[in-house]
């Protein structure tokens, strides 16, 4: 199960088992979406599965994460998504109005994220076989110009950027989940992040070296990701992250990281000292990008690794993520 | 008051830290031992040994009771487990810890019906829910989580409700802080005293360490100005050469700790005679055990347990770790054979072992600072 979860384990599966056998000696750091050329045209194409419990949840369901995660991938690769395919794997006996909600939701998705479904697949396998559903999207995409995403062109001195208010998506599932006797009024941020990436873009372009979307395995993972991709040191302030007061009193109470909490609606980036102005107040001033703040800075070191500092002086590392977050005993 | 933000203020902290330099001076070198594993966390999670002077040493105690359970008692509550229609139910902190065939995660991936709960009544709950299955509650902890087993077996008797069972790991802190104590490589200046074992038990159970043993001992919160704060009054107490126990989480901690928490613990448990800790060794008297009155729910008594005694592999140094006798770092496999990853022993998986609080949050800071050095 661990090598689901986003972190070290689905990392070793991905790096040790997939790439060599499929993407061939050296394909260079492994990004949220390939880029291809078709008759010279660059394209980008990527594709995700979602497998989340409950299907539904304050603040949105499967259908919306199975849109907007792939049109994010694309987004933070430097690509407008075109068009997504959708597989569906159904348990037998779902209920036809859940799988019918569903099938809105993502239609819906896909109107407000101005993406076409342009078709898809279904099967159905046994009872017991497939939580309720299991719903895959594949989405192609128009890269972007202006921008070259890079994690090896990252520099010491660049600021690291991030979209929004972390670990509501997360702690959100963990609470609809109904095993925890905690109430919160917390919503899933899933929406697509895209119309940011392009007002990022079209404010500092050439100052931007890497975007990630956050899901699994949180913020942490990724920037652990970009910190060994490019063997420098991802130095956060704790107190600019932002997290709200529901998640980070969630978190302290069963002993979770917010940095380790997935999100589906949020993007870091990594931008040179020069466009980094530019850019939060761009986006800023966007609608849905009032929360987005410089959280740190790349620095020499510590190599490879991402450090979170404190107003008084004190600092911890921060790892990737090993399986599932697990909430503490006492 | 939120709690939180108040003991976290940068400002009170800054001085505070000021506040215990001018204590420590120059001169004395002082062993301070945390003995709970929230504490070690805090320590590393807040970066609080950044702030400290060189001359302060934290030594990290054996308060974490996943870590001192050895190996056989996990595959004991597994083995019930394995039997059809039981199904294990354990806190998320227990998931990864390893028996000799593998970690409750591992038995659940091959088939097991291992569920993750965040109290006792959540197991109960499951009872009610399956009542063709059996639910064994794999109960573990210190004081601090003893008394709610205990509210949730007088639950279950008074409901009737006979399809659950409690694999009993609780242990009690005294004996332990004694053993550490009666340790001959031990050479400790004063206790940091765990926070939340305290609101159950209060603060006179200590009174021993300051009056026999001569050495102080402050009752602390986890909030990194609860912790400072602490360390600034056991310095003043040595500096004073005094001893004697105090309380700096006294808005949560009672002096005399919890009646009604105290009053169900003596109605559903027993001390066993004597208890198997790992890396201390058998100690008497320091284990709870379902009494008769609650035999009806105790595994051990409904399930024949193999009780086998499993030492760890003889490379492991959990029981020096865990005396603070060496630091984390210093045991042979941390970090090579023994990581977060594959753990060999469970100071490595806990949320509260000092081995994953170290690797987890420090030990490439000190990769850092020495390559910096080098360079200079």
């Given at each position: 199960?661990?090598?689901?979860?986003?972190?070290?384990a689905?990392?070793?599966?991905?790096?040790?088992?997939?790439?060599?056998?499929?993407?061939?000696?050296?394909?260079g750091?492994?990004g949220?979406?390939?880029?291809?050329?078709?008759?010279?045209n660059?394209?980008?194409i990527?594709?995700?599965?979602?497998?989340v419990?409950p299907?539904?949840?304050?603040?949105?369901?499967?259908?919306?994460?199975a849109?907007?995660g792939?049109v994010?991938?694309?987004?933070?690769s430097?690509?407008?998504?075109?068009?997504?395919?959708?597989?569906?794997?159904?348990?037998?006996?779902?209920?036809?109005?859940?799988?019918?909600?569903?099938?809105r939701a993502l239609?819906?998705?896909?109107?407000?994220?101005?993406?076409?479904?342009?078709?898809?697949d279904?099967?159905?396998?046994?009872?017991?076989?497939a939580?309720?559903?299991?719903?895959?999207?594949?989405?192609?995409?128009?890269?972007l110009?202006?921008?070259?995403?890079?994690?090896?062109s990252?520099?010491?001195?660049?600021?690291?950027?991030?979209?929004?208010?972390i670990?509501?998506?997360?702690?959100?599932?963990?609470?609809?989940?109904?095993?925890?006797?905690l109430?919160?009024d917390?919503?899933?941020?899933?929406?697509?992040?895209?119309?940011?990436v392009?007002?990022?873009i079209h404010?500092?372009?050439?100052?931007?070296?890497w975007?990630?979307?956050?899901?699994?395995?949180?913020?942490?993972?990724s920037?652990?990701e970009?910190?060994?991709?490019?063997?420098?040191?991802?130095?956060?302030?704790?107190?600019?992250?932002?997290?709200?007061?529901?998640?980070?009193?969630?978190?302290?109470?069963?002993?979770?990281?917010?940095?380790?909490i997935?999100?589906?609606?949020?993007?870091?980036?990594?931008?040179?000292?020069?466009y980094?102005?530019?850019?939060?107040?761009?986006l800023?001033?966007?609608?849905?990008?009032s929360?987005?703040?410089?959280?740190?800075?790349?620095?020499?070191?510590?190599?490879?690794?991402?450090?979170?500092?404190t107003?008084y002086?004190?600092?911890?590392?921060?790892?990737?993520l090993?399986?599932d977050p697990?909430?503490?005993?006492? | 008051m939120?709690?939180?933000?108040?003991?976290?203020?940068?400002e009170?902290?800054?001085?505070?830290?000021?506040?215990?330099?001018?204590l420590?001076?120059?001169?004395?070198?002082?062993?301070?031992?945390?003995?709970?594993?929230g504490?070690?966390?805090?320590?590393?999670?807040?970066g609080?040994?950044?702030?400290?002077?060189?001359?302060?040493?934290?030594?990290?105690?054996?308060?974490?009771?996943?870590c001192?359970?050895?190996?056989?008692?996990?595959?004991?509550?597994?083995?019930i487990?394995?039997?059809p229609?039981?199904?294990?139910?354990?806190f998320?902190?227990?998931?990864?810890?390893?028996?000799t065939?593998?970690?409750?995660?591992?038995?659940?991936?091959?088939?097991?019906?291992v569920r993750?709960?965040?109290?006792?009544?959540?197991?109960?709950?499951l009872?009610?829910?399956?009542?063709?299955?059996?639910?064994?509650?794999?109960?573990?902890?210190?004081?601090?989580?003893?008394p709610?087993?205990?509210?949730?077996?007088?639950?279950a008797?008074?409901?009737?409700?006979h399809?659950?069972?409690?694999?009993?790991?609780?242990?009690?802190?005294?004996?332990?802080?004694?053993?550490?104590?009666?340790?001959?490589?031990?050479?400790?200046?004063?206790?940091?005293g765990?926070?939340h074992?305290?609101?159950?038990?209060?603060?006179?159970?200590y009174?021993?360490?300051?009056?026999d043993?001569d050495?102080?001992?402050v009752?602390?919160?986890?909030?990194?100005?609860?912790?400072?704060?602490?360390?600034?009054m056991?310095?003043?107490?040595?500096?004073?050469?005094?001893?004697?126990?105090?309380?700096?989480?006294?808005?949560?901690?009672p002096?005399?700790?919890?009646?009604?928490?105290?009053r169900?613990?003596?109605?559903?448990f027993?001390?066993r005679?004597?208890?198997?800790?790992?890396?201390?060794?058998?100690i008497?008297q320091?284990?709870?055990?379902?009494?008769?009155?609650?035999?009806a729910?105790d595994?051990?008594?409904?399930?024949?347990?193999?009780?086998?005694?499993?030492?760890?592999?003889?490379?492991?140094?959990?029981?020096?770790?865990?005396?603070?006798?060496?630091?984390?770092?210093?045991?042979?496999l941390?970090?090579?054979?023994?990581t977060?990853?594959?753990?060999?022993?469970?100071?490595?998986?806990s949320?509260?072992g000092?081995?994953a609080a170290?690797?987890?949050?420090?030990?490439?800071?000190?990769?850092?600072?020495?390559?910096?050095?080098?360079?200079?």
């Amino acid at each position: 199960m661990a090598h689901g979860a986003g972190g070290k384990a689905s990392r070793k599966l991905v790096e040790g088992l997939f790439a060599p056998l499929l993407f061939g000696s050296d394909p260079g750091p492994l990004g949220d979406a390939a880029h291809v050329h078709i008759n010279g045209n660059p394209v980008a194409i990527t594709t995700d599965s979602f497998v989340v419990k409950p299907l539904a949840f304050p603040g949105g369901s499967i259908g919306e994460l199975a849109v907007n995660g792939t049109v994010n991938d694309l987004a933070v690769s430097g690509a407008r998504a075109e068009a997504l395919v959708v597989t569906f794997v159904l348990e037998a006996g779902l209920p036809t109005p859940v799988l019918e909600a569903e099938v809105r939701a993502l239609a819906k998705a896909a109107r407000d994220a101005g993406v076409r479904i342009a078709g898809g697949d279904t099967k159905v396998v046994e009872h017991g076989k497939a939580d309720q559903m299991y719903v895959t999207t594949t989405g192609i995409g128009r890269v972007l110009r202006g921008v070259t995403i890079d994690p090896r062109s990252t520099r010491v001195g660049d600021k690291i950027l991030l979209s929004g208010p972390i670990g509501d998506h997360g702690i959100t599932i963990l609470l609809a989940r109904g095993e925890l006797d905690l109430e919160a009024d917390l919503r899933s941020d899933t929406r697509s992040v895209l119309s940011l990436v392009e007002t990022l873009i079209h404010a500092a372009g050439p100052g931007v070296r890497w975007m990630r979307d956050p899901t699994r395995g949180g913020a942490a993972t990724s920037l652990n990701e970009l910190a060994r991709d490019c063997g420098l040191g991802m130095v956060l302030f704790e107190d600019q992250i932002p997290v709200r007061d529901m998640v980070r009193g969630a978190c302290e109470l069963l002993g979770l990281d917010p940095l380790h909490i997935a999100n589906e609606g949020q993007f870091l980036a990594v931008v040179s000292p020069e466009y980094a102005d530019a850019a939060i107040n761009a986006l800023n001033l966007a609608p849905g990008g009032s929360e987005a703040q410089v959280i740190g800075e790349v620095r020499e070191q510590p190599v490879g690794t991402v450090l979170v500092t404190t107003r008084y002086g004190g600092s911890r590392i921060v790892d990737m993520l090993v399986g599932d977050p697990l909430p503490r005993i006492c | 008051m939120k709690f939180v933000d108040e003991f976290r203020q940068p400002e009170l902290i800054s001085r505070t830290a000021e506040e215990i330099r001018r204590l420590a001076g120059s001169q004395r070198h002082y062993r301070l031992m945390e003995v709970c594993g929230g504490h070690t966390h805090a320590i590393y999670r807040f970066g609080l040994k950044d702030i400290l002077p060189e001359n302060i040493e934290l030594i990290h105690g054996p308060g974490c009771p996943v870590c001192v359970l050895p190996m056989g008692r996990i595959d004991d509550g597994l083995s019930i487990a394995q039997q059809p229609d039981v199904i294990f139910a354990a806190f998320g902190d227990m998931m990864r810890v390893p028996g000799t065939q593998g970690s409750p995660l591992e038995h659940k991936a091959r088939g097991m019906d291992v569920r993750i709960v965040y109290s006792p009544s959540d197991a109960l709950k499951l009872a009610r829910l399956n009542p063709e299955k059996h639910v064994m509650f794999f109960a573990i902890g210190f004081e601090t989580t003893a008394p709610s087993t205990a509210l949730t077996l007088m639950r279950a008797k008074a409901e009737g409700i006979h399809n659950f069972s409690v694999f009993c790991n609780h242990v009690t802190i005294i004996p332990a802080i004694r053993a550490i104590l009666d340790s001959p490589d031990m050479r400790l200046d004063a206790f940091i005293g765990p926070g939340h074992v305290s609101t159950v038990i209060g603060c006179r159970p200590y009174e021993w360490i300051a009056k026999d043993q001569d050495k102080p001992i402050v009752v602390s919160g986890f909030e990194p100005l609860d912790m400072l704060q602490s360390i600034v009054m056991l310095l003043r107490q040595l500096k004073a050469r005094e001893a004697k126990v105090e309380n700096q989480y006294k808005r949560v901690v009672p002096w005399e700790g919890n009646r009604a928490a105290l009053r169900a613990m003596a109605e559903v448990f027993q001390l066993r005679p004597y208890f198997e800790w790992r890396g201390l060794g058998f100690i008497s008297q320091s284990a709870l055990r379902l009494n008769d009155k609650y035999a009806a729910w105790d595994a051990e008594q409904r399930f024949a347990v193999p009780g086998i005694r499993v030492t760890d592999p003889k490379a492991a140094q959990c029981g020096e770790v865990l005396k603070g006798v060496l630091k984390p770092h210093q045991c042979k496999l941390f970090g090579r054979e023994c990581t977060p990853e594959h753990p060999i022993g469970a100071l490595m998986v806990s949320s509260e072992g000092s081995c994953a609080a170290y690797h987890n949050y420090e030990h490439r800071k000190a990769a850092m600072a020495s390559s910096l050095t080098s360079i200079a």
